[in-house]
């Protein structure tokens, strides 16, 4: 991906993610072009990549779209999550093996790093990270039912996006909750995992909704 088309994704990603770019708003080659003074062949590839991302969709008749996540949805994806992920991470505390909580706390160490160096990828690269400590998680639970479950809402483009919409003291804030999510998990302490975890989901889903909420309110005034 060049440098140009990675800009116009991450730029539209952020939008989509945010609220900004509303659910069903049709999104025009030209348009998007003009807007970044380039051709349409890196605006066509940023587009390819929101359609894998499932942040937005062609129409019957041609043209693209931003994909329908409503606040309803984003609202059911978060909640769920906070049901279920707390019970996952109570049943690693007693079923993880040792080099499984040993990557996770390598996991919570590469997110500080990597947000203290703040390069150009940075929040794609905390994304990721963030990402694979979940997953690690739920796989470590040992529950396929758990795992079926889940891993589709973990995967959720709002999900995966999350982080390009937190501020530097939210993403900290994530950063130590994992941290303490692998103490408890390396103390076999089942229930400070859970509360852990539902509390760290909890306010990830405040910081989403703060972000939607201020980009409404922008677009309104």
């Known amino acids: 991906m060049s440098k140009t088309t990675e800009h116009i994704y991450r730029t539209l990603r952020l939008n989509i993610i945010s609220g900004e770019l509303p659910p069903g708003m049709q999104m025009k080659e030209e348009e998007v072009s003009e807007k970044f003074k380039v051709s349409r062949t890196p605006v066509r590839s940023a587009f390819q990549k929101l359609i894998h991302d499932g942040l937005v969709v062609k129409g019957e008749r041609r043209g693209i779209f931003v994909a329908e ?38 996991l919570a160490n590469e997110m500080h790093s990597i947000f203290v160096r703040k390069e150009e990828n940075s ?10 400590f979940h997953t690690a998680i739920i796989q470590a639970s040992r529950s396929p039912r758990l795992q079926s479950m889940l891993t589709p809402l973990v995967k959720a483009p ?33 229930e400070l995992a859970e509360e852990l975890m539902r509390v760290h989901l909890h306010m990830s889903y405040i910081s ?13 005034s």
């Open 123 to 132: 929040i794609m690269d905390i994304q990721r990270n963030n990402h694979q």
């Open 158 to 190: 709002v999900v995966i996006g999350a982080f390009h919409v937190y501020d530097d003291a939210e993403i900290q804030r994530s950063i130590y909750h994992h941290r303490d999510i692998v103490t408890a998990l390396s103390l076999r302490d089942p």
């Open 69 to 106: 996540w409503t606040i309803a949805d984003i609202q059911e994806v978060f909640r769920l999550r906070m049901l279920l992920e707390p019970h996952a991470a109570s049943q690693a505390a007693y079923k993880a093996k040792l080099e499984e909580i040993e990557r996770l706390g390598e």
């Open 208 to 220: 989403f909704m703060r972000s939607r909420s201020e980009q409404t309110s922008v677009r309104g």
